[in-house]
């Protein structure tokens, strides 16, 4: 492969971040290098382009180059219902998610869907998703199959559930282990894919099958775990009837070794002080979901009390729950729900947790989140005047902090100009052409 140099206005996090407002970095007329799929150097435009006189010159010039978005929890399986009238969790699952994931078992069927949902994630300036597929085990197949096409780093993992969902949706804890199991030995580092453990939520598992899925994590210590965690007050109250002998919704799974780093809870909206605090020790993170939240009446995260706590964070659009591919308007709607808690989010936060932060929380800052030299190349180039109203919008102001924060409210696949992962343009959007037009 090539050496590639790109001209844009570059913005990362390069550390991890405690005050993301400062510590970000930003070269209005910036050069990025990359070579072999990874970064090779970032700096300033006049300082670095005398050393790569040979390399393919892209001119990004006015644009913004930053680092691919994380998406840290979402749902291959139900691209295909996002925007389902009506229903808050329980009966939402039921109605619409079931049986929609049940279309799942046929596999040409999940790689037909699998093709949609990576290029969705490309067009929206996604590099990496943190997925559940549903409970078939060749429906994870054929969506690693999809992300490994395309060089990404996905983590995602089969849905396990043996009760209180449809039997025709059931695994047991067993197959959920022994299917888990050879996907990890299959996947997980197999290039660049990660594998995740993936209980759906507490009600849909026996106490069996959390034990065997905590032998799992046992077994592989490295691997990712992902599951729902405190996101309804109906659900909620469900978990406690399910599992009287333990303190809270977190400590079903805290007990059943499925708490640590790596560990991603979607949600985390109504917790107690006793999870707050188990999730600090243990430094497993939440993926704040507020499309979702929103959608299915959920309620609001507190992502100021998660700071406080010092719990990572992550921002994820939890499609289908969620109503969007697109980080940008997560971001936005992240702040809007800041806003009703009487908080403000600075556009340097939503974007930390959307790059930087959620690399951290995953123990990945060293392959993605930043455009430090070493780390894999994926990123993301927006083009801030996407249409009429952006382009006027954009004339009054143009310092980072207004564009992240005007992109959040104003933007969506719109503004994303072009999408690499790993050194390689993977979506670039197409200017139209009228025919006949002059
Ligand atoms: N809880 C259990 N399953 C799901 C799901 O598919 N989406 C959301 N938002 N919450 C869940
Ligand atoms: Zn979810």
């Keep these: 492969m090539t050496t590639q140099a790109y001209r844009a206005s570059i913005l990362h996090f390069p550390e991890h971040s405690l005050s993301p407002k400062q510590d970000c970095v930003y070269f209005e007329d910036g050069l990025l290098v990359t070579r072999n799929g990874k970064i090779e150097c970032v700096g300033e435009y006049k300082n670095h382009i005398n050393q790569y006189a040979e390399a393919i010159f892209y001119d990004y010039s006015g644009k913004l180059l930053l680092p691919g978005f994380i ?32 279309k799942f078992a046929d596999p040409e069927y999940a790689s037909y869907i699998a093709k949609i949902f990576i290029k969705q994630l490309h067009r929206h300036g996604t ?10 085990k060749q429906a994870a197949d054929a ?11 996905l983590i995602a993992g089969k849905v ?16 959920a282990q022994q299917d888990s199991a ?53 659900e909620i109250a469900w978990v406690k009837e399910l599992f ?38 243990t430094q497993a993170s939440i993926a704040f979901c507020p499309t979702s939240n929103l959608f299915l009446g959920s309620g609001l995260f507190d992502l100021a009390k998660a700071e406080q706590q010092n719990v990572p964070v992550m921002l994820a659009t939890d499609v289908g729950g969620g109503t969007s591919f697109s980080m940008l308007k997560t971001m ?16 340097m936060h939503g974007l930390y947790l959307m790059t930087q932060g959620a690399a951290v929380g995953l123990g990945l800052e060293n392959e993605i989140g930043n455009l430090n030299p070493g780390t894999d190349a994926d990123f993301v180039i927006l083009d801030p005047e996407f249409d009429e109203l952006s382009t006027l919008r954009f004339k009054q102001q143009r310092s980072p902090q207004d564009i992240i924060f005007a992109l959040s409210m104003l933007a969506d696949d719109r503004a994303i100009l072009a999408t690499y992962i790993a050194g390689t343009a993977v979506y670039q959007r197409h200017t139209q052409t009228l025919k006949g037009a002059h």
């Design 160 to 175: 396990c559930m043996d009760r209180h969902c449809p039997d025709w949706l059931q695994d047991t804890p067993q197959s």
């Design 182 to 234: 050879a996907l990890i030995e299959k996947w997980h580092n197999n290039g660049r894919l990660k594998y995740a453990i993936t209980p759906r939520f507490a009600p849909t598992s026996s106490a069996e099958q959390l034990h065997a899925l905590g032998e799992l994590a046992q077994q592989y210590p490295d691997v990712f775990i992902q599951t729902h965690l405190s996101e309804n007050h109906k």
């Design 244 to 281: 009287p002998q333990r303190k809270n919704y977190l400590d079903v799974y805290d007990h059943y070794g499925l708490l640590r780093k790596g560990a991603v809870f979607g949600h985390g909206i109504h917790l107690e002080q006793a999870e707050w605090q188990r999730l600090q020790e």
């Design 143 to 153: 969506l690693f199959q999809e992300a490994a096409n395309h060089n990404m780093l």
């Design 71 to 102: 998406d840290s929890h979402l749902h291959f399986p139900q691209t295909e219902m996002l925007a389902s009238f009506g229903e808050q969790l329980l009966d939402w699952l039921t109605d619409y998610t079931f049986p929609v994931e049940r």
């Design 127 to 136: 590099t990496t998703g943190m997925v559940y597929s549903s409970v078939h």
């Design 332 to 347: 936005g709607e992240a702040y809007k729900v800041c806003q009703l808690k009487g908080n403000q989010m600075d556009p």
